[in-house]
């Protein structure tokens, strides 16, 4: 077995184990997650990701089964890592590549982490309009996210696959990023509302499939009349998982602005989408407050995707994805400290 293998095996062995203890920690009792609950939980998946981040500086180069000078410029020419290899010295080649894989991931995970708060934006009026007790968001959140990881899996590796054979895709996303930049500045003031009975899902839903009027609980489907009918919560579920689709259209062309490796892009992707869920029930009753944090994320995706457009100038310019990280980080700093220092006024938005 090869030691690329082992590596993508033990990381979904590890999510694996994860998601199960997290079900039989949470799932076996229907109560709210409390605020320490909540923080713990972030504590430990951000934890996790820099213990994982250690790891990659450690061993990233098995990750690609590195294992010659050879091998090491086959690599670095495929993923675009546009590192300065100096022949003959493996080595120093690896450590470089290490510390290279080590920044893009810690930096990718930065960006989806960012992003993921826009998700929640949109997951608390989900909730909100369909009346879901703060009891049953766990179930309805560790089950979204779940099919969430499937899903970003098919489309990382897919993103992948089209630009290794086509690069000049990564000029559409980074067009694609900055028209989604500009539009959510333009409408960063506009009121989401969610309509139960006349959203998309419910009305596909309602169509083909035998719908319980009411909640059960926490349960998806209930049996009446030895019939089969899914719940109103089942349909929240559904729009959770479209929503994330939806919103995988932004993440996953920002995250290759940072590395075209598919294995950095997936870690970076799934450790951000499973501390999504701790960081939800953290921001739920305070998400409100960070009201710049739009045109914050705004700023970020009209930065990636010109740094998309402009990536055969991104060398000469010396913006190297040290200096990249440090720029989302104060975009992310300044749109939440002025949040906080120049609070939304009573009737007025940002």
């Known amino acids: 077995m090869s030691s690329e293998l ?7 062995a590890f999510i694996l184990i994860m998601l199960s203890l997290d079900l039989g920690l949470f799932a076996k009792t229907d109560k ?3 605020l320490k609950q909540a923080g713990i939980m972030s504590a430990v998946w951000v934890t996790l990701a820099l213990i994982f981040y250690g790891l990659i500086l450690q061993f990233g180069h098995l990750l690609h089964h ?16 546009h590192l300065k290899l100096i022949p003959g010295n ?12 080590g920044l893009e991931f810690i930096t ?17 009026l989900v909730f909100t309009a369909f009346g879901v007790s703060p009891r049953h968001y766990h179930k309805v959140l560790f089950w979204g996210i779940l099919g969430a990881v499937l899903m970003r899996f098919a489309f990382i590796f897919l993103g992948s696959t089209l630009i290794s054979h086509f690069h ?11 028209y989604t930049g500009v539009t959510m500045f333009i409408n960063r003031n506009q009121e989401d509302e969610i309509d139960p009975e006349n959203h998309r899902v419910v009305k596909f839903a309602s169509k083909y499939f035998a719908v319980h009027p009411q909640f059960e609980g926490s349960k998806f489907f209930v049996k ?6 899914i719940t109103p919560l089942f349909l929240v579920l559904i729009i959770i998982e479209v929503t994330d689709l939806v919103f995988a259209v932004d993440s996953i062309p920002a995250i290759f602005s940072i590395t075209k490796d598919p294995y950095i892009v997936f870690f970076s992707n799934i450790f951000a ?17 960070f009201h710049y944090l739009k045109v914050g994320l705004s700023i970020l995706l009209a930065f990636i995707g010109l740094k998309m457009l402009a990536a055969e100038y991104v060398d000469a310019i010396g913006l190297t994805t040290g200096r990249s990280l440090l720029i989302i980080l104060a975009i992310l700093v300044i749109s939440v400290a002025s949040s906080l220092i120049f609070p939304k006024k009573e009737g007025l938005k940002a």
């Open 224 to 229: 009446i009349d030895h019939k089969k009918l």
């Open 66 to 81: 590195v294992d010659s000078f050879t091998a090491l410029q086959q690599i670095n020419e495929k993923n675009f890592h």
């Open 168 to 178: 000049w895709v990564l000029y559409i996303f980074g067009a694609f990023l900055v």
């Open 273 to 289: 989408i499973l501390g999504l869920r701790s960081m939800f029930f953290l921001l739920v009753n305070i998400i409100d407050k």
């Open 90 to 101: 493996l080595a120093g080649g690896l450590e470089l590549y290490r510390k290279n894989l």
């Open 6 to 12: 082992i590596f993508i095996s033990a990381f979904i």
């Open 32 to 34: 709210a997650v409390s």
């Open 108 to 124: 990718g995970y930065v960006v989806e982490y960012a992003l993921s708060v826009d998700n929640i934006f949109v997951m608390v």
